[in-house]
């Protein structure tokens, strides 16, 4: 079983800046992948940002250039540094790790992109 616990969402002003954060915990050993995913009110849960333990990132079309997706191996730690907010980057975002084909997910913290 692997623990997820995402934070760092909240309130910003459009073209500000949030991190998120997603501490791993239990059995992380064998995690191929961690990612960032957001579900906005009346839509299906899409891919922000994935990085595997070989070192490749990808980064939906939507937030290229804006977000940063990073580990701290040390710490068990996966990382969202989102810049210039949208109003359409509104949403619960959820911290995934997989595992063995297995999905795990965090509970999921509000980002709210608003003037």
């Known amino acids: 079983q692997v623990q997820l616990v995402d934070s760092g969402g909240g309130l910003v002003q459009p073209g500000g800046s949030l991190t998120l954060s997603c501490v791993a915990s239990?059995?992380?050993?064998?995690?191929?992948?961690m990612g960032w995913y957001r579900q906005a009110p009346g839509k299906q849960r899409e891919l922000v940002a994935v990085?595997?333990?070989?070192?490749?990132?990808n980064y939906a079309d939507s937030v290229k250039g804006r977000f940063t997706i990073s580990r701290d191996n040390v710490k068990n730690t996966l990382y969202l540094q989102m810049n210039r907010l949208k109003s359409e980057d509104t949403a619960v975002y959820y911290c995934?790790?997989?595992?063995?084909?297995?999905?795990?997910w965090g509970q999921g913290t509000q980002v709210t992109v608003s003037s």
């Open positions: 239990g059995s992380i050993f064998k995690i191929k992948t």
């Open positions: 990085s595997t333990t070989d070192g490749l990132i």
């Open positions: 995934n790790a997989r595992r063995e084909r297995v999905d795990y």
